[in-house]
């Protein structure tokens, strides 16, 4: 991800999320955060989902993924979310977390598929709501989903 991706990030940001990250959250990320990387997915040169993470240690974090939303359902977060972790499990790192709305079921379908499991639950977390957030985590060393150890 680049500045000049942002106007197509934030129109797929506000679109996706009743709590939109800022032009300046994404700057912060892709410019001074040494802990963050921010991935764009282009189709024919347009610009159609991000994924942003922290790599902290052997652990990634996964802080935001979206895709626009007339190009949902057609396999773009999946394709977006196995790339990252296939490509921690290549470099031998641990563990990926995130945090989820109980409300969001798509989403949580998504990471189950990938061997996500809720461990924890942040109370209040989503202060537009004041919705909990389900922890989801998984172990990238582990056989994956399907497949055998």
């Known amino acids: 991800m680049r500045a000049d991706d942002l106007d197509a990030v934030l129109e797929i940001e506000r679109a996706s ?8 959250a994404f700057l ?20 159609v989902g991000y994924l942003c993470l922290w790599e902290v240690a052997d652990e990634v974090h996964i802080t935001n993924i979206a895709v626009r939303p007339d190009r949902r359902r057609r396999g773009l977060a999946r394709t977006l979310l196995g790339g990252i972790l296939e490509a921690g499990r290549q470099r031998h790192l641990r563990q990926v977390v995130l ?3 109980p409300s969001n079921t798509e989403a949580r379908t998504l990471y189950e598929s990938f061997g996500f499991r809720v461990v924890g639950r942040r109370r209040g977390y989503y ?10 985590e998984a172990d990238l060393q582990a ?3 399907g497949t055998r150890a």
């Open 28 to 47: 912060y990320e892709i410019q001074q955060n040494r802990v963050a990387r921010c991935w764009v997915m282009r189709e024919d040169s347009e610009l």
């Open 17 to 24: 999320f009743s709590m939109p990250w800022s032009r300046g």
């Open 99 to 101: 945090e989820v709305r």
């Open 143 to 145: 056989a994956q989903p």
């Open 127 to 136: 202060y537009d709501t004041g919705e909990d957030a389900l922890v989801m």
